[in-house]
T-cell receptor
Framework: EAQVTQNPRYLITVTGKKLTVTCSQNMNHEYMSWYRQDPGLGLRQIYYSMNVEVTDKGDVPEGYKVSRKEKRNFPLILESPSPNQTSLYFC??????????????FGEGSRLTVL | QKEVEQNSGPLSVPEGAIASLNCTYSDRGSQSFFWYRQYSGKSPELIMSIYSNGDKEDGRFTAQLNKASQYVSLLIRDSQPSDSATYLCAVNPTNDYKLSFGAGTTVTVRA
């Protein structure tokens, strides 16, 4: 089954404790991206990657890191989480990197709470 | 000014009626436009894409695009309770690979 898998789905952590949210897709997609979703603000892009070893900042990259060492995986790293990073996070992927190329497939979301 | 703005909700419509959702965008050179549906607690899923001016119909859904007015809309005909969800408008800005999303409009279809 074609899917984007995120882990963990739910996480409560404390300020400053490094964490990683994993994302894996099995559709051989070139493009992968991370979004956060907050009430009233919609989906905001954190980072995206157009292929292995190619990553770029989205609209709200501060406080986050990513890596793309393999095509299927795109982990999101919070080196020192803060309460303002409490949010619902979505990983997404699509085939191709042009603007009109393909539907964006989303993972099920990871709800993160930073105390 | 936000890149993508949607009419504020929530929007409540009776079963069988037409739900009309509106979206405006700021980048005049945008070429790709999408409507995603998101049920509560779930991830967004694509329901419509439109790339050229005019109407595009898919079942009970019709997307309308007017690039001159920088406006895209979604009509849901014969609304069903299963259409109750948040609808997200998404736009590809010029020469940019990202999708910019609106804040969403929540639709409730009452029986």
């Amino acid at each position: 089954e074609a899917q984007v898998t995120q882990n963990p789905r739910y996480l409560i952590t404390v300020t400053g404790k490094k964490l990683t949210v994993t994302c894996s897709q099995n559709m051989n997609h070139e493009y992968m991206s991370w979004y956060r979703q907050d009430p009233g603000l919609g989906l905001r892009q954190i980072y995206y990657s157009m292929n292995v070893e190619v990553t770029d900042k989205g609209d709200v990259p501060e406080g986050y890191k990513v890596s793309r060492k393999e095509k299927r995986n795109f982990p999101l790293i919070l080196e020192s989480p803060s309460p303002n990073q409490t949010s619902l996070y979505f990983c997404a992927s699509k085939t191709g990197t042009g603007a009109n190329t393909g539907e964006l497939f989303f993972g099920e979301g990871s709800r993160l709470t930073v105390l | 000014q936000k890149e993508v703005e949607q009419n504020s909700g929530p929007l409540s419509v009776p079963e069988g009626a037409i739900a009309s959702l509106n979206c405006t965008y700021s980048d005049r050179g945008s070429q790709s436009f999408f409507w995603y549906r998101q049920y509560s607690g779930k991830s967004p899923e694509l329901i419509m894409s439109i790339y050229s001016n005019g109407d595009k119909e898919d079942g009970r859904f019709t997307a309308q695009l007017n690039k001159a007015s920088q406006y895209v809309s979604l009509l849901i005909r014969d609304s069903q309770p299963s259409d109750s969800a948040t609808y997200l408008c998404a736009v590809n800005p010029t020469n940019d690979y990202k999708l910019s999303f609106g804040a969403g409009t929540t639709v409730t279809v009452r029986a």
